[in-house]
């Protein structure tokens, strides 16, 4: 079930996710992110699944809480904490552990969650060490599986050659690429997320996402000031692509 508050934002392909990751339990850190994605103007913010996150965030935002595991219970006892929607995924922090997520984990993942928790509004992301084809196929499964929003990844596998605006672009072709394909394939929104950056993001909305989700450019600052900053570019360059989206 989509969120009242982010169904219209689908709709209008102007959905903006500030991530500041699924294993950042680092409270004042999760505080900071979250007051940048109120404050810079994003649509909602997506912390880890974790009860006292939870309560941080609802300290210091209005926004709807996303919370994300890969593991139902942590989303149900998040969802019991007062998160309103939950994120199968966001698996970059554990490709460099060397784990990775099969298609079928990823289905059964979807099941478990969406029959512990029927009424949730059910992002799932799409694992991008699988092939693209296989990407496809995973996601019109989810769907059937009971998933709202399809996620995409890409960023931790690319490998710039360039610097700049070229780099930025080859840094999120992985994701734009499954945007595009996997949103010609399904019915349900497409989040684009992963290596996106202001230059980027317009890109992703004309590959047929209806919003893009950003952690790294955000979460990975120093400063509120700068986090804040770095938010309000993101949804200014969002804001402009969907302006001129046919």
């Not at 050659?161 to 945007?179: V, Y």
């Given at each position: 079930?989509?969120?009242?508050?982010?169904?219209?934002?689908?709709?209008?392909?102007?959905?903006?996710?500030?991530?500041?990751?699924?294993?950042?339990?680092?409270?004042?850190?999760?505080?900071?992110?979250?007051?940048?994605?109120?404050?810079?103007?994003?649509?909602?913010?997506?912390?880890?699944?974790?009860?006292?996150?939870?309560?941080?965030?609802?300290?210091?935002?209005?926004?709807?809480?996303?919370?994300?595991?890969?593991?139902?219970?942590?989303?149900?006892?998040?969802?019991?904490?007062?998160?309103?929607?939950?994120?199968?995924?966001?698996?970059?922090?554990?490709?460099?552990?060397?784990?990775?997520?099969?298609?079928?984990?990823?289905?059964?993942?979807?099941?478990?969650?969406?029959?512990?928790?029927?009424?949730?509004?059910?992002?799932?992301?799409?694992?991008?060490?699988?092939?693209?084809?296989?990407?496809?196929?995973?996601a019109e499964s989810l769907v059937e599986a009971g998933a709202d929003v399809i996620q995409?990844?890409?960023?931790?596998?690319?490998?710039?050659?360039?610097?700049?605006?070229?780099?930025?672009?080859?840094?999120?072709?992985?994701?734009?690429?499954?945007?595009y394909e996997i949103s010609q394939a399904v019915s349900i929104p497409v989040l684009c997320?992963?290596?996106?950056?202001?230059?980027?993001?317009?890109?992703?909305?004309?590959?047929?996402?209806?919003?893009?989700?950003?952690?790294?450019?955000?979460?990975?600052?120093?400063?509120?000031?700068?986090?804040?900053?770095?938010?309000?570019a993101l949804a200014d360059a969002l804001h402009r692509a969907v302006a001129v989206a046919?």
């Open positions: 079930m989509l969120h009242p508050r982010l169904a219209a934002a689908f709709a209008q392909r102007s959905v903006l996710k500030i991530i500041s990751g699924l294993n950042n339990f680092d409270g004042d850190r999760v505080r900071a992110v979250v007051t940048a994605a109120e404050h810079g103007g994003a649509t909602l913010v997506d912390i880890a699944a974790d009860p006292d996150l939870v309560r941080i965030a609802q300290e210091v935002t209005t926004l709807p809480i996303c919370v994300s595991a890969v593991d139902p219970c942590l989303l149900v006892k998040a969802v019991a904490a007062g998160a309103d929607l939950v994120e199968i995924g966001n698996y970059d922090s554990f490709y460099a552990q060397g784990r990775v997520f099969s298609a079928t984990e990823v289905l059964e993942l979807t099941r478990q969650t969406r029959s512990l928790l029927p009424q949730i509004m059910l992002s799932v992301t799409v694992p991008h060490t699988l092939p693209l084809d296989e990407q496809v196929t995973l995409t990844e890409g960023g931790t596998s690319s490998q710039p050659r360039h610097s700049g605006t070229l780099g930025l672009i080859e840094k999120a072709a992985p994701t734009l690429a499954a945007a997320a992963s290596g996106l950056s202001a230059v980027t993001i317009p890109l992703a909305i004309a590959s047929g996402a209806a919003g893009v989700g950003v952690g790294s450019a955000v979460n990975q600052l120093n400063s509120e000031v700068a986090m804040i900053a770095s938010v309000r046919p």
